[in-house]
């Protein structure tokens, strides 16, 4: 087998600035959107760039333009007229744009409908909220369609289909997503835009407020540190009849995890091994070879998963075959669509002897949305030095996908984890299978209690463990942690571990690209 190229598996997302070169497609997807009503002009366009360019954003996936937001800014006035689409947006010129106004105003969203399911609104409200706390603004104001109105305008008046949309009974493709996103429905508008059939010229005013807003201040400066949200899954492990089937697994607690709004979704190690259920038995190594073979599909289903539900994914770990050598590799598949991969370092007795795994080289440091997090695998994290060599490149977060069978083996994994967690300011989340897989050798059981551990000192949990599931059970816990808070305790914790190494006595050593480092 070939050894794979990652970036024939990326989906390039990229989320940035429209320019006047995505005008021709911009309209064909306003069209499919919209259809029936007239698209925006070139030089409609070309005045919102000019005006406002940070507030024209789009979607771009694999060079194609998937979605877009527009906006501007004005000075909010309780008495405007919102209700007037075309004065409050200048008829889609937004030439009344106000850069010292305190509102960010909306004026339209839209994701083609080839991308929809893909949570890419989202994506363009967090961008909008983004800009809003940029520029210091109180509030984001829009004016929303209520686009599935029309299937029961016959029925219900505007203000009972909108109640009913609150109240989860029906569902909006508009509405809903925007009471997802934390908007808060102000008030119905008529004839916002008489051209809309679907919505039948309704729109519902809505605003979002921007608790960063410093009354006062010209602009938010400083980027103000958010949680970072962990969904750790504890994954049963049973027979399977088909990689589908282990697909729709997967997507159960990759969705689940997004809808919790989380940034990471961490699998365990070596949890594709449930895919050898499917295929013909064979001797542990032939085996292991076998499982190696759906790399292509594991790579393919991870990116679109991490793209779909816009949730960064450490794909647990698979066999991969590269120049005939076998190894255990744990993929990031970032929400953006890139991915990075991190190769076992030691390999356990029992993977060398059943499997014939052989060793990666090199500790890794992933760039994400989040900052920088490192992945070590299972056994991996019984050795300190490569926590220290993953801290030493600013890693945060240490993620630990783990396959243990026994509690003595789990405990291994658990104590050590806590240990790296006190000796290098991090938080570390380790995430393992329950359940058995009868007849597939080395994999038949599993015993697991994953959890996300912390430093232990006042600030953080008083058992320094933030959150962990019952043991043995199928499950997922979800957790917030706080990056700042461990840059903090480095630097003026009751302890400084890090700080307070005797160099002049020891130190770690290690080879990296063939040249000699040290800690």
Avoid at 302 to 318: D, L, P, R, Y
Wanted: charged share 25%; hydrophobic share 40%; with cysteine.
């Amino acid at each position: 087998m070939e050894t794979l190229d990652l970036k024939d598996f990326e989906w390039k997302t990229v989320i940035r600035n429209l320019t006047i070169d995505d005008f021709d497609q911009l309209v064909e997807m306003q069209s499919r959107c919209f259809p029936g009503m007239n698209p925006w002009s070139r030089e409609h366009i070309e005045s919102q760039i000019k005006t406002f360019p940070d507030g024209q954003i789009c979607i771009e996936i694999d060079g194609k333009l998937a979605a877009s937001s527009s906006s501007l800014i004005v000075d909010y006035n309780p008495n405007m007229a919102w209700h007037n689409w075309s004065a409050v947006a200048d008829n889609g010129y937004i030439r009344n744009h106000n850069p010292k106004g305190d509102t960010l105003y909306g004026i339209e969203i839209m994701v083609d409908p080839e991308f929809r399911g893909m949570r890419l609104s989202r994506r363009l409200y967090d961008a909008r909220k983004e800009v809003c706390r940029h520029y210091n603004l109180s509030r984001i104001i829009i004016g929303g369609r209520i686009p599935g109105y029309h299937n029961h305008a016959d029925s219900l008046s505007a203000r009972e289909y909108i109640e009913k949309v609150i109240e989860r009974a029906l569902f909006d493709p508009v509405l809903t997503a925007q009471l997802a996103n934390g908007f808060a429905l102000q008030g119905l508008i008529p004839n916002y835009f008489p051209g809309d059939e679907a919505s039948r010229g309704y729109a519902t005013f809505l605003e979002w407020l921007n608790l960063d807003y410093q009354r006062g201040a010209k602009r938010r400066y400083h980027h103000v540190v958010e949680p970072i949200r962990l969904a750790v899954v504890q994954y049963e492990m049973r027979p399977v009849k088909d990689f589908s089937e282990f697909a729709t697994q997967c997507e159960f607690f990759i969705d689940v995890a997004s809808d919790y709004k989380s940034d990471f979704v961490v699998f365990p190690e070596l949890f594709t091994t449930q895919l050898l259920s499917c295929v013909a038995g064979s001797r542990p190594g032939q085996a292991a070879r076998r499982l190696a073979e759906f790399t292509p599909q594991y790579l393919d289903l991870f990116t679109e998963m991490a793209v779909k539900h816009n949730v960064n994914i450490i794909g647990g770990s698979q066999f991969v075959i590269e120049d005939e050598t076998l190894y255990n590799v744990s993929y990031l598949f970032r929400r953006d669509g890139t991915l990075g991969k991190q190769y076992k370092i030691h390999i356990t007795p029992s993977e060398r002897k059943w499997w014939g795994v052989s060793p990666g080289d090199k500790v890794e440091v992933f760039d994400t949305d989040c900052g920088k997090i490192s992945i070590l695998v299972c056994y991996d994290i019984e050795f300190p030095e490569l926590v220290r060599i993953a801290a030493q490149k600013d890693a945060g977060i240490v993620f630990v996908p783990f396959n243990t069978d026994t509690r003595q083996g789990y405990l291994r994994i658990r104590h050590c984890a806590l240990a790296r967690c006190v000796e290098n300011h991090v938080y570390v989340a380790v995430s393992g299978c329950t359940g058995n897989l009868p007849f597939v050798e080395n994999s038949d059981l599993h015993y697991a209690q994953s959890a996300i551990f912390t430093p232990a000192d006042a600030e953080f949990a008083r058992d320094a463990i933030a959150a962990e599931c019952n043991p043995n059970i199928e499950t997922m816990i979800i957790h917030d942690v706080d990056v700042e808070q461990l840059r903090r305790h480095r630097e003026s914790g009751n302890v400084q571990n890090w700080n307070d190494r005797r160099r002049d006595l020891y130190k770690v050593v290690y080879m990296e690209d063939g040249a000699e480092r040290e800690i």
